[in-house]
């Protein structure tokens, strides 16, 4: 469970009533953080000479934010164009928004990053939150991944190695438990080669730790009263960086990709997949050429008028709900940014408990799970109150769950000046040149690339590389009828949907067609959903005629068979095979060696009727494997979506 901080003050310094210690300086936290671990770190003089795009930033406490702003502002005098800066962040005891303000407030030189820090705040929700910011004209992007957790959860989930550490976090002897020697265990680990720690104490365990794990420490000049403060530099005196197959599954590695100097990338499908992705690669400084099946974006699954962003929660927070819960909370985020509110609403979702089974579930998970910050469960007169209409059953309101105009917001996402579109292009052939991936269109074109990612759902198997997918369409139709005048507030879900009116047409289904990749327009499934929409929401269809004029649409949805997304790298089919073998002998088979990765090609499909909470996070993840970046979730959630489970999965059974 995660609480949010207790603040008391002093005059005008908060102070955590957990630890009973400032969170900054009484005579001034930014130039307490300016030197320590800004000039420290030698910051600046490292981004002039970058060797990749981007640097990563680790901090050990969050607390008010303040170390993250003043590293942005710098970032923003002393980066360049498509560079990345990744801070990384933990928090066990999150300050609220209202005291972030106030705290805010002293500062007026950082309110221009404030005031975007606190518009992207998250709620108090357990887990990892990924926010973006955008650079200015000519400075690099922010990326800020704060978990809110204990360090030690966070820790095991980075991925990718660290090129500085911030330790900050309240006092040793106030705050023991974070300052224990698995943390330093940790930061080797994950440590850079001439990777730096900064951090505000002196205290000679602290240095002891530091040394033992392979650092080479020095004291110097503190900050203001304190007389002195750590810096260490990574010396590599433990030897070599251990293979990753060591300690982990070879096949959830992250290959490397090799480029030529323009970083070239091939995006197959324009739905919201594929369009995210797309934009994630862009704003890294890649061309990305996106190639269509069809005469326009968003023609498939992603096509309907009116999608649901909402998730569907197990009653445990077990790893496949947080991927949910983590990527509806980043589609949320990143839609106030990218799409006018004309193409989305953020009217809130009330997730109908239609049996009592589900009853006795919803009330299992509010008990179980600490996310009243952004899901409530509400009785039938409360869950009318928010609709706007009679509602006889109980539910989840996820207060800001939203509807979305899925093409305008993948129009959104390509309007990139490194990204190009082409329509009517039907892949047939994916082939390799040396490095270099050449994708041929039925039509005789062929276009060549350093990475292809393909996100052209239940086509994605016709491709021999891909042959091994064991997706499953389920195809599904969407009626639509004139209703400019019903009262609705909110999206309703229980077996189906409805949305509030749009343009004067009211959407509402889906039906489910198991094993079909059939897109005809069934008139008798137009009639269920309308029963469906009588029978579940009857307030709703009583404001209509019964002679109703039914339209719509049908598509296909891509799902797998653990109905999980399934995104990243793809090993080679055949050496693994060899490989790993000995899987089918036991399921704990040790390995030494690494997996073989068919360099370059990637994937991100899978999502279901789900692609508007999971997709966006998905593209993200995939630009950040590409680069060798930080993930923008836990490695553990990356794991579970893998497309390389299903060659194990083939394996042990």
Known sequence: MIKQAQIHWSKNTPTSSEFDDFYFSTDSGLEETRYVFLENSQLPARWQTLDSNHFSIC??????????????????????????????????????????????????????????????????????????????????????????????????????????????????????????????????????????????????????????????????????????????????????????????????????????????????????????????????????????????????????????????????????????????????????????????????????????????????????????????????????????????????????????????WCDSLIKHPLIQIAFQQDINELSQDSDQWLVHSASGATYSADAVVVCSAQQAKNFSQLSFLPTKPIAGQVSQTPASDINLNTVLCGGSYVTPPLNGKLNFGASYRLNSESCDVIEQEHQNNFETLNKEFPAVGSQLTKAVSLTGRASVRCTSPDYTPIVGPICDPLQFALDFSGLTKSKKWKFYKSAEFINGLYVNLGHGSRGLSSAPLCGELIAAQICQEPYPMPEELAQIINPNRFFVKRLTK
């Open 59 to 408: 901090e050990t406490g969050f607390g008010s934010g303040l170390n993250f702003l003043c590293t942005w502002q710098l970032w923003l005098k002393s980066s360049k164009p498509h560079q990345q800066l990744h801070f990384l962040s933990v928090e066990k005891f999150p300050i609220g928004k209202l005291d972030l303000q106030r705290i805010f407030n002293q500062w007026p030189e950082l309110s221009n990053l404030s005031q975007q820090l606190l518009e992207q705040y998250p709620s108090i929700v357990p887990g990892w939150h990924t926010l973006h910011f955008k650079g200015e004209s000519h400075q690099g992007d922010v990326t800020l991944h704060l978990f809110f957790g204990d360090i030690n959860d966070w820790l095991p989930q980075i991925n990718r190695p660290v090129d500085a550490w911030f330790l900050d976090g309240f006092a040793p002897a106030k705050n023991p438990d974070m300052w224990q020697s698995s943390l330093f265990t940790h930061i080797a680990q994950l440590t850079k080669p001439f990777g730096t720690v900064a951090t505000f104490t002196a205290a000679s365990n602290i240095k002891r730790a530091l040394k033992a794990a392979g650092f080479t420490v020095k004291k110097t000049r503190g900050y203001g009263k304190k007389r002195e403060m750590g810096v260490a530099i990574q010396t590599l005196s433990n030897g070599p960086q251990e293979p990753y197959y060591i300690k982990n599954k070879p096949w959830f590695e992250t290959p490397k990709v090799k480029t030529q100097k323009a970083k070239k990338a091939i995006i197959i499908g324009a739905g919201i997949a594929g369009c995210s992705t797309a934009h994630a690669l862009a704003k890294r400084g890649w061309h990305v050429q996106i190639l269509e099946k069809e005469n326009t974006i968003a023609s498939g699954a992603s096509g309907n008028m009116q999608g649901v962003l909402y998730a569907k929660l197990a009653t445990e927070l077990i790893p496949h709900s947080q991927f949910y819960l983590a990527g509806y909370l980043y589609s949320l985020n990143l839609l106030k940014t990218q799409l006018d509110k004309s193409n989305w609403d953020d009217c809130g979702v009330l997730q109908l408990a239609m049996t009592e089974k589900e009853v006795k579930r919803q009330q299992s998970f509010e008990e179980k799970n600490n996310l009243h910050d952004i899901i409530k469960r509400v009785n039938a007169q409360q869950a009318s109150d928010i609709a706007g209409i009679e509602v006889s059953q109980s539910g989840l309101h996820f207060k800001n769950g939203a509807w979305v105009y899925p093409r305008a």
